[in-house]
Every structure is written in C-alpha cells, then in structure tokens.
C-alpha cells in the first residue's frame, strides 16, 4: 500500500497539482498571519467580512453555554430550540415554507439529490457544477445527463433525451453562482424549461445566499434574484459557510420538501446535529445581514475591483459576482504568481485542475465587505507587477 501512496503523491508533485496547507492565524476582518507575517486576504468566501464579526463571536459564545456540541443527531436528542430558531430564520430570509439545517453544503447536496431521485430517474448537471452535486448525482443512481456550461440549448436538448428516456423524475442542479468562474446560471430560462418538461430545479446558492436576491428578500440568492419563487425554484441549498461567515448548511422549501428530507435525506438522518454555539453564530450573522448594508459595501467593492483592473488592462472574466478569477492557464504561472503575491503581502488562491478543467488554471480573487479600497489598490498593483515578471501579457 505504502508505494501506492507514495507513487501517487509523486506523481501530483510532478504535476504542480500537489495541494498544501496554509497555517493561519487569524486576524480580524480580511487579515490572515501566515508563517508570522499579516497578509490581505483574498481568498476567502466571507463575503460579508461576518466571520470575524465580535457580535457574531459573541452570540457563538454565549450560544455555547447551551452545550459545545449537540451530542446526537437532530432526530434523537441533538435538536435544540436555537436551531428551530435558525430554521426559522432562514425560511424568512429565503422567503420559503421551511428550511433544515445540514452539517455542510457538501452533505446537504448529496442527501438531497440522492434522498429525492434514484434509479429509473434522471438528474441533469452543468458541467461546471460543485463536486457536491456532482457527488449526489453519482450516489443517488439515477441517470447522469450533462450540458455545456450554462448552455440553455444544450440543457434543453437533455431535458428532450431524459424525456424520452423515462417517465420518471428528472431533477436539475446547478449552481446559481459558479464557485470558481463567479459567473451565473441563466436561470429564469432553465425555469421555464424545467416547467416545460416537468423537471425539478435545484438551485445550490453557495455563493449567491447572503449577497444576492430580489427587493423582498434581498439575502435569499441568485434565484430570488432572477425573479424565482418556491414554486419556480421549488429546492435551494444555501451553506453557511461563506456568506454567513460559519459553517452548516440548509435547503429551504415547501414545507412538503422539508418534512420530506427530514425523513429521508440519508446525510440529515445519520450524523450529529449541527452545534448549538454555531447555530447561534448563524442565527446572528444572518439578523445582521438584514440589518446591515454589506452587501451595498460589498457591491461597492465589485465595481471599484473591477474598474481599477480595467485600468491595469488585467485580463477580466465576465464576473459581476464576488468571485473574479484571473485565468491564467497554467499550472505553474498561477503558483508563481500567487507566491509572488504572497510575498507582497497578499493571500489568493491558486486554483488548478482538478478542481477546474485542465488548461485554465487561474487565481480565484475573492472580495469582501471587509476589504478598504486601499487594500484592492494594493492587490492590484502588486498583480501587475507580478504578472509581468512572469511575463504574462496584461
Ligand atoms: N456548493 C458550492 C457551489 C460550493 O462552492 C461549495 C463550497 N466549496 C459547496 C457547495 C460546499 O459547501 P460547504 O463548504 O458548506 O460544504
């Protein structure tokens, strides 16, 4: 086994692909010390700069007079009011029936897909979907279509085929917002397309839960966003992880869907409950995501982001959202550049296959509520100057 390990190991060495830890220390709002030294964080999913907000810290510390962990899972004795209350809460914000908590985003898409389809249904996926979905997919045993990235004519072609094929459930998942391209998923179209061919729409709102949504639910996401309702977009799944600062998850919907997954979502039913100090952290951040104007700060920073590159001519993707990658192509560029970067003073992700497709390695930049515009001026600089000495055209 030992050479197999290690033969492995080399092997991603060789490639560039091998992935390392960063020790951190954290610091507040957008500073992380690394090996001693304070660097700007860009990097992150705390979109909302609520993962180091002391009133947040606060609550999950009072929260955790109530027990530092829920010692069983939510359907024998690990479910405590405060998680009924958080429930509660993310149903309001998302403006749906109902709402249940996972352990992670990860767990809540592969317990859905696979709690609601099985063999003799089909699921159809955007290529770039979340590893999750992907993973829910495969779990659940119901066929596997997949469609070119946010390609509504691909898509439609699948729902046909699927059609087709079975008279049985077809689900689709996508991401609203695409975790490493920061682009999003045409979905008032693939809504109408899944009422034509009876489908159901999955939204997964990682990255569009807490920064995105319509005037009445302005945290809900990207499909409150493109104008859906629970009817139109009947499952979303939201993590808690990003937005929200913390970490858990949550699908709202009808409180058909709810009581439905509470039963049989295999990833709900088999592990502890999410901890009661965590669930007051959440319960926290998301009352200040109500009452607070960070997405108005963090909206600010997109646009100022993206004009100061524009200034630097920086090779910019189609991105409105809080994710701005910089493709880069390969392997070895991106690392360079991201440890030159580290150098200066900047933490960002050097993102490679096989997280995204061979050939478009790139450095996934994450904005914040928490950044100063001084603070992009300075990531920004020292980009260009770290580009061009590795001579990447700008
Ligand atoms: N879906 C998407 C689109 C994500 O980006 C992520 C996190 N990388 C997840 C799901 C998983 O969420 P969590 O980190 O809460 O497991």
Not at 98 to 106: N, P
Request: glycine residues 10%.
């Amino acid at each position: 086994m030992q050479d197999f390990l290690e033969a492995r190991l080399a092997e991603r060495r060789a490639q560039q692909l091998y992935r390392y830890h960063k020790l951190l220390t954290a610091a507040p709002g957008p500073l992380a010390v690394v090996d001693g030294r304070e660097l700007v964080t860009f990097s992150s999913n705390d979109y909302l700069g609520l993962a180091t907000h002391p009133e947040v810290i606060a609550a999950q510390q009072r929260g955790a007079a109530l027990g530092a962990g829920a010692t069983a899972s939510h359907l024998v004795n690990g479910h405590f009011e405060i998680h009924q209350q958080l429930q509660n809460k993310i149903a309001e914000v998302t403006g749906r029936e109902a709402a249940l908590l996972f352990g992670s985003g990860y767990m809540a898409n592969v317990g859905v897909i696979s709690a609601l389809v099985g063999r003799g249904d089909v699921v159809v996926q955007d290529k770039l979907n979340h590893a999750s979905l992907i993973d829910g997919g495969r779990i659940s045993g119901a066929d596997y279509l997949r469609f070119a990235h946010n390609d509504v004519a691909a898509l439609e072609i699948q729902l046909q085929r699927a059609r087709e094929k079975r008279d049985g459930k077809i689900l689709l998942a996508v991401d609203g917002v695409y975790s490493m391209d920061g682009d999003t998923a045409p979905l008032a179209e693939m809504a109408g397309l899944c009422k034509q061919y009876d489908a159901w729409l999955m939204v997964d709102e990682a990255h569009g839960f807490g920064v995105m949504g319509s005037n009445h639910f302005p945290c809900a996401g990207s499909a409150a966003a493109a104008g859906l309702d629970q009817d139109t977009a009947p499952i979303i799944m939201g993590t808690l992880g990003k937005a929200a600062g913390n970490a858990g998850a949550f699908v709202a919907g009808s409180r058909a869907l709810i009581d439905y997954l509470t039963q049989f979502a295999r990833t709900y039913i088999y592990t502890t409950g999410m901890s009661p100090a965590v669930a007051a952290g959440n319960l926290h951040a998301l009352e200040l995501m109500q009452e607070l104007p960070l997405r108005e700060t963090l909206n600010a920073r997109i646009r100022y982001f993206r004009q100061r590159a524009a200034a630097y001519s920086l090779p910019l993707e189609n991105s409105t959202s809080a994710i701005q990658p910089l493709l880069l192509g390969c392997e070895k560029t991106v690392l360079a550049v991201s440890e030159q970067l580290q150098q200066s003073g900047f933490l960002v992700g050097a993102i490679r296959p096989p997280t995204v497709p061979a050939g478009t390695a790139r450095l996934r930049i994450t904005l914040s509520a928490a950044h100063s515009e001084a603070q992009i001026d300075g990531l920004l600089s020292a980009l260009a100057t770290a580009l061009q000495s590795v001579a990447v055209p700008v």
